[in-house]
């Protein structure tokens, strides 16, 4: 839930919205749209999410503990300045398809909500059962 809230409010007034309308006036497909905008989101935070697990384990608690810190401060911070127009994507003759799903996995991957995902991820338990739950689970 905490990863859910603080994607939600990272992303108010962010440039892969912005993007996703500039592309839907564009090639006047606003479902096509919507649709590889929550493919390219999805895409996003699932490389993020599973970075974060594989370098969770990897990292102290304060270090854990840090990471999510500065990626809070930092997006925080990040909102008091205006965001820069993305760009059109006007040179781009690759489809409407192709053109909405790559642009907006480039735009989403760089942005600061992907960081709080990795670091939220970070922290989280493994979601793996222990060697001696999975035998117990095998027997009962």
């Given amino acids: 839930m905490a990863a859910f809230?603080?994607?939600a409010l990272a992303q108010v007034g962010d440039r892969t919205a912005w993007l996703a309308a500039i592309l839907s006036?564009?090639?006047a497909k606003p479902g096509l749209v919507i649709l590889m905008a929550a493919v390219a989101l999805l895409a996003a935070s699932g490389l993020a999410a599973t970075l974060g697990a594989v370098i969770g384990p990897k990292l102290a608690p304060n270090a854990?503990?840090?990471?999510?810190?500065?990626a809070l401060l930092l997006q925080g911070g990040g909102s008091f300045f205006?965001?820069?127009?993305?760009?059109?994507?006007?040179?781009?003759?690759i489809g409407a398809l192709a053109t909405t799903a790559l642009g907006l996995f480039i735009l989403a991957f760089g942005d600061g909500v992907q960081f709080i995902v990795l670091t939220i991820a970070a922290r989280t338990p493994s979601l793996r059962w222990p060697r001696?739950?999975?035998?117990?689970a095998r027997w009962s």
């Fill in 5 to 7: 809230v603080a994607a």
């Fill in 25 to 27: 006036d564009r090639y």
């Fill in 64 to 70: 854990q503990q840090l990471m999510l810190a500065l």
């Fill in 82 to 93: 205006p965001a820069k127009a993305p760009e059109r994507l006007t040179g781009w003759k």
């Fill in 132 to 136: 001696s739950a999975r035998r117990l």
